[in-house]
């Protein structure tokens, strides 16, 4: 079965050259953007059926909410606002998950880096 991440480079191996670490960081970008794509549509989903707004209104309020800033259509329902509370709490976990998908490439390349200038001295 093919991992979704790429597998970086055990330490005793050089660090990749520039095109591959591009190549690593464009697949991480795209896993990011999968993620929040998904992520929004669950929140156009529930704000639509739970809530009753239009499309473009559900999708104004979830992608306030999964950019932090908080919805614009308070909800009235007790199903919008259950929704609503744990689509916040979703929403902040997506945002670690992503910095840390986008991250993570290069922390790595850095981390690699200080651990072969190291052994080189």
């Known amino acids: 079965m093919k991992r979704l991440l790429p597998d970086f ?47 473009i209104d559900s999708f104004l309020d979830a992608s306030m909410l999964l950019g932090g800033m908080g919805p614009v259509n308070p909800p009235v329902t007790f199903g919008g606002k259950l929704f609503a509370g744990l689509y916040a709490l ?11 998908v986008i991250l993570a490439p290069v922390a790595h390349r850095i981390l690699h880096t200080f651990h072969m200038e190291s052994r080189d001295e």
Do not use: D, K
């Not at 960081?25 to 669950?42: D, E």
């Not at 979703?90 to 670690?96: A, D, K, M, R």
């Open 90 to 100: 979703y929403c902040g976990l997506v945002v670690i998950l992503v910095a840390g």
């Open 9 to 55: 480079e055990h330490r005793a191996q050089p660090v990749i050259p520039p095109h591959q670490f591009l190549v690593r960081l464009a697949h991480s970008g795209i896993i990011a953007l999968v993620l929040i794509t998904v992520s929004l549509f669950i929140g156009m989903a529930g704000y639509h059926a739970l809530e009753g707004l239009n499309w």
